[in-house]
Structures are given as structure tokens and as C-alpha cells.
């Protein structure tokens, strides 16, 4: 069984960075996937980007050039390195594992629990 956990969440002020990490634990194959997802309550969750097994990464529109995903294959770790945050950031951020190359949250059976990352203005 596939776990994903998140941490590093927190309050921050707009402009600030902040790293969130996802240990990966279970038995994972070739073609495995992990994605970050946002949500802010009352909103369906949202992509955030995604980095395949071939170390491809895919950022959404809204954080293209502020967010980059790593990854620590020894530590079966992802990084999410959030720079220049804003205010419209502020989201319960989780982490995903799939095998699809389908990013649509109903189609990803991995999940974390989430943290919370807060952004004043």
C-alpha cells in the first residue's frame, strides 16, 4: 500500500518561500507519479504540478515560474519549493501518487492528508 505524507505547511507573508515535502512510502513501480494538488475550502482541489518517473515536470499556469517540484529518489522524498508566494496561494496543499498520466483528482487513487499553507498580505 501506497502512503503519501505531507509536510512543512505554515504562515507566511506574500513575497516569502516555503518548501513542502512529500515522503513516499510503499512499494512504488516504474511509472509512478507524484503530483501536488491545492484546495481551498469550498473550491475543487487543483493541480499544481506534477513530476513523472522520467523526472518530466508540469507546472500549472498559475505558479509557472514561482513553484518547483524535486525529487529525492534515496529518500523516496518531493519537494515543492514555493517562491514568491501571494496571498490567493493560501490552500490545504496535498501531495498524490499515480501511475496515470491522467491529472484529474478523481482519477488518482494516492493521496496525503494535506497541510495548510497560509499566505498574508
Known amino acids: 500500500q501506497v502512503q503519501l505524507v505531507e509536510s512543512g505547511g505554515g504562515l507566511v507573508q506574500a513575497g516569502d518561500s516555503l518548501s513542502l515535502s512529500c515522503a513516499v512510502s510503499g512499494s512504488t513501480g516504474i511509472g509512478f507519479a507524484v503530483a501536488w494538488f491545492r484546495q481551498i475550502p469550498g473550491q475543487e482541489r487543483e493541480f499544481v504540478g506534477v513530476i513523472r518517473w522520467s523526472d518530466t515536470k508540469l507546472y500549472a499556469d498559475s505558479v509557472k515560474g514561482r513553484f518547483i517540484i524535486s525529487r529525492d529518489n534515496a529518500k523516496k522524498t518531493v519537494t515543492l519549493h514555493m517562491n514568491n508566494l501571494k496571498p490567493e496561494d493560501t490552500a490545504v496543499y496535498y501531495c498524490?501518487?499515480?501511475?496515470?498520466?491522467?491529472?484529474?483528482?478523481?482519477?488518482?487513487?494516492?493521496w496525503g492528508k494535506g497541510t495548510l499553507v497560509t499566505v498574508s498580505s
Open positions: 498524490a501518487g499515480t501511475y496515470s498520466t491522467n491529472w484529474s483528482p478523481d482519477d488518482i487513487p494516492y
